[in-house]
């Protein structure tokens, strides 16, 4: 299985991005996918996840509504639209594949993409 994140970059404080990890290999359908973040200095922590179906979400308790994550089967693509983005959410941002159809934040998460930045900041 490979994953590949795009669509980090810059962007103001209040602002909106929207990350993909397109996976390839593997039965992408079956299985439960995330996203976790490494900030500067820090540990990674886990984000958000969905189920092979996309009929169960998860989110950390932290982004309060702020972010939505998405799937498109039909295109082996995952997806992670940031609102309202803030300073303290600038880190690597990491797609993530469980072995399981559906995961949280303490799934087994067995495929990791390489990671795309996120800087929030003017």
């Known amino acids: 299985v490979q994953l590949v994140e795009s669509g980090g970059g810059l962007v103001q404080p209040g602002g909106s991005l929207r990350l993909s990890c397109a996976a390839s290999?593997?039965?992408?359908?079956?299985?439960?996918m995330g996203w976790f973040r490494q900030a500067p200095g820090k540990g990674r922590e886990w984000v958000s996840s969905?189920?092979?179906?996309?009929?169960?979400?998860y989110y950390a308790d932290y982004l309060k509504g702020r972010f939505t994550i998405s799937r498109d089967n039909a295109k082996n693509t995952m997806y992670l639209q940031m609102n309202s983005l803030k300073t303290e959410d600038t880190a690597v941002y990491y797609c993530?594949?469980?072995?399981?159809?559906?995961?949280?934040?303490?799934?087994?998460?067995?495929?990791w993409g390489q990671g795309t930045q996120v800087t929030v900041g003017s």
């Open positions: 993530v594949q469980c072995d399981q159809s559906y995961c949280a934040g303490q799934g087994r998460y067995i495929y």
């Open positions: 290999g593997g039965s992408f359908a079956t299985a439960a």
């Open positions: 969905i189920s092979g179906s996309g009929d169960m979400l």
